[in-house]
């Protein structure tokens, strides 16, 4: 058996068993598995989970049965199977039907024979599946072509028009690439691309953010020495930029209330050249011993954690802080690049809960910082709802808060996650 396709086999279904992350499940897979080409793998996982919708509607046009009650394991084996005949050139037809055939007669004992069946009849009348008339119904059109549930699609036709939202449901499929923050604690930019260069990979710079280099080629960068010394960080140029909005000074006192991972907590600890003093919180104690654990390997040392809920105040911290960062939970949408999962998992139920929550903790937040002091809100989604909705309420209760900056990064207009930040400044007393 061929241990990339049964590694991807299996991070697939942790995915879609187990409701692991499928950045997670990976991971987790390949270094059990030990594949020969974990590329390889990556690249069928998330072309699968990108697509599954798609996936999902072409084989229901060859099977009899409503999709529904085929098995779990059975549509990840044909979801594999269809994914590499139709959008992976690279793998002959002979080779996407045995392998699949294999992994069915281990993992789908007695129904090898309907997975061959199916494969088979999509190589002889691939082109006879149309999708959904988008003149008669758009919203299934979009839903269907770029496998989004349907409640998202007419979130972002609703919020940003029809070409809009194409764009970005578009520009949330594909490799989202590679990008690292330069520890400016330990090296500078140009010591640190002539050091990769060396290393045989191909760097440029962001336009972005300052302190971010794109990785255009190279494998295992998380392996390398220069990682593991702490010269830099894997962080999206949109997070990066999100610090340098915030701008955080050397000598000051800043709190992240949602910290963890703690990309951000650690970019402003970089920024403010480990000179002051950050507070991190998070309700989860083991996520704050992991943002203490890369610290270290940061050389970062102004850092404190405790776990605390983002939605109480906390008494000690009540007009301490110069800058407050509350980067709150919410609907991931922007990221979908990156956990394509994301696409199916959220539900209306979940996202209408959100935006209460979010301006809940922005709010206590705000009573962190001092008169002239920084507010900035953040999420990875794309919802006026959860972005610019909660800041027009807040401002609405908080009429000592006003807008400095406020930027929504888009996927298809600026190459990154699908950011939104508004940075605030406190103008008089609370009230």
């Not at 409640?151 to 490799?175: C, F, P, R």
Request: overall charge positive.
């Amino acid at each position: 058996m061929d241990a990339n396709r049964k590694t991807a086999y299996h991070a697939l279904m942790d995915v879609e068993t187990k409701n692991a992350y499928s950045n997670l499940a990976l991971n987790h897979q390949i270094i059990c598995g030990r594949p020969s080409s974990p590329s390889f793998v990556r690249s069928l996982v998330y072309g699968v989970l990108e697509n599954k919708m798609l996936l999902d509607y072409i084989i229901a046009h060859y099977i009899t049965r409503d999709i529904e009650k085929v098995k779990t394991s059975d549509l990840v084996v044909l979801r594999m199977g269809i994914y590499q005949l139709g959008y992976m050139d690279s793998v002959p037809e002979y080779a996407a039907v045995n392998e699949s055939v294999v992994l069915a007669k281990k993992f789908c004992r007695g129904r090898e024979g309907f997975i061959n069946g199916v494969l088979r009849a999509y190589i002889r009348s691939r082109h006879a599946v149309r999708l959904p008339d988008r003149s008669e119904d758009p919203v299934k059109y979009l839903s269907i072509k770029y496998s989004c549930e349907e409640w998202i699609v007419d979130l972002w036709m609703d919020q940003y028009g029809a070409d809009t939202a194409e764009a970005i449901l578009k520009h949330s499929q594909g490799n989202p690439g590679l990008c690292i923050r330069v520890n400016t604690l330990k090296t500078g930019k140009e010591d640190l691309i002539r050091r990769l260069t060396e290393k045989n990979f191909e760097i440029k710079e962001s336009l972005i953010c300052q302190s971010g280099l794109l990785v255009t080629k190279g494998s295992q960068i998380l392996e390398d020495t220069l990682y593991k010394n702490g010269l830099f960080s894997v962080q999206d140029e949109s997070s990066i930029r999100t610090v340098e909005m915030l701008d955080p000074q050397a000598g000051e006192m800043m709190v992240d209330v949602c910290a963890a991972p703690g990309g951000k907590t650690l970019a402003a600890a970089e920024r403010m050249s480990n000179r002051g003093q950050i507070v991190a919180t998070d309700i989860y104690l083991r996520k704050l011993a992991l943002i203490t654990k890369e610290a270290d390997r940061l050389g970062v040392s102004i850092l404190r954690t405790w776990p605390w809920d983002a939605t109480k105040v906390d008494s000690e911290l009540l007009e301490k802080a110069d800058r407050v960062l509350a980067d709150v939970p919410c609907s991931g949408l922007g990221v979908i690049r990156r956990k394509p999962e994301i696409k199916y998992k959220k539900r209306v139920s979940e996202f209408d809960s959100l935006p209460v929550k979010q301006l809940e903790i922005l709010t206590v937040a705000s009573k962190y910082v001092k008169k002239g002091g920084v507010l900035q809100y953040s999420t990875c989604t794309i919802n006026k709802k959860e972005n610019e909705d909660v800041i027009k309420e807040f401002l609405r209760k908080n009429k000592n808060f006003s807008i400095v900056e406020e930027r929504q990064f888009m996927p298809h207009i600026d190459k990154t996650d699908g950011f939104y930040v508004c940075k605030m400044v406190r103008s008089d007393s609370l009230i």
